[in-house]
């Protein structure tokens, strides 16, 4: 195990790097936005990182921000909410769609790699959450759904008012100031959300609260699902980012034998897995089954 977490973290510079690479040669705008994407995944991990107590801290890292926020972690941000737009636009679905289309891309990529990555303490719930998604509190998923919609919401408004790839400042700009007001956008959604449960009503917890957005939020994703483009060749760059994380995850699922520990897992880390690369090969699904 001492081994796999500085693998871990190591990959992920050089899986980030490539990502970089091809968002680049796509289109610049695409690149900034990884790179403005980590830079609110920081802010969002530091904002929590940062309390005290805080809900969850990082034990260990190679190279750390300020918090400590592992870079890697950051990365993982960047990489994730690119992949999932990325694969949102090859849906070809309405533009106000996409955010939610992207925000169920990368929650299941976390509701996959959490269990396995917190046995292998690449960080820590304090304290842990039982009741809850195998230890980790439900308010982490909803966290994930609202930074990745938020963020991308008001990306794409601005692109529809500024379009993208006349000019590189201007890109560079769009994307890096998205931040500012996603982030507050967020921190307003998720105080909301804690806001609710502080009421305490007898009928209503967090898991049940968390089940009703995902609920609402799915409503027009799965209304759009007969007309989203599945004749998209398979770009495996982008598929690369959740082969990889569910790659470390079930490395971590059998090595730190939590298979053992928490059963049902050995059922639902599957299920979630085959969801999510269904969900990222749904663009090349037609050109798969006339193979």
């Not at 400042?169 to 998205?178: E, H, K, S, Y």
């Not at 968390?210 to 599945?230: E, G, H, Q, Y």
């Amino acid at each position: 195990m001492d081994i796999i977490i500085p693998l871990i973290e190591l990959s992920t510079y050089v899986l980030t790097a490539i990502i970089f690479i091809h968002a680049w040669k796509k289109k610049p705008y695409f690149a900034f936005v990884i790179l403005a994407a980590t830079i609110f995944g920081f802010l969002a991990e530091y904002s929590a990182v940062s309390k005290i107590p805080p809900p969850y801290n990082y034990p260990q890292a190679l190279l750390a921000l300020p918090g400590p926020v592992p870079l890697n972690i950051c990365l993982g941000w960047g990489i994730i909410i690119y992949a999932a737009l990325q694969t949102a636009i090859l849906l070809k679905v309405k533009w106000w769609l996409k955010p939610l289309v992207a925000g169920f891309l990368a929650v299941i990529i976390d509701f996959a790699e959490d269990p396995p990555y917190v046995k292998m303490d690449l960080w820590q719930w304090t304290p842990s959450h039982p009741e809850a998604w195998f230890g980790i509190p439900w308010s982490n998923y909803v966290g994930w759904f609202l930074i990745v919609v938020i963020f991308l919401f008001i990306l794409e408004l601005l692109t529809r008012y500024f379009p993208t790839g006349r000019y590189l400042w201007r890109d560079g700009l769009i994307a890096f100031f998205a931040v500012i007001p996603s982030f507050a956008l967020f921190m307003a959604a998720i105080l909301g959300y804690f806001w609710i449960i502080g009421f305490k009503i007898s009928w209503l917890n967090e898991a049940l609260l968390t089940m009703m957005i995902f609920i609402i939020c799915s409503v027009p994703v799965i209304r759009a699902i007969p007309k989203m483009d599945r004749a998209s060749k398979i770009d495996w760059v982008i598929l690369a980012v959740p082969l990889y994380i569910f790659f470390w995850a079930l490395v971590g699922f059998f090595t730190t034998r939590l298979y053992l520990q928490s059963q049902a897992l050995v059922m639902v880390i599957p299920f979630v897995v085959i969801i999510g690369l269904l969900g990222y090969l749904w663009p090349s699904l037609d050109r798969l089954l006339k193979k």
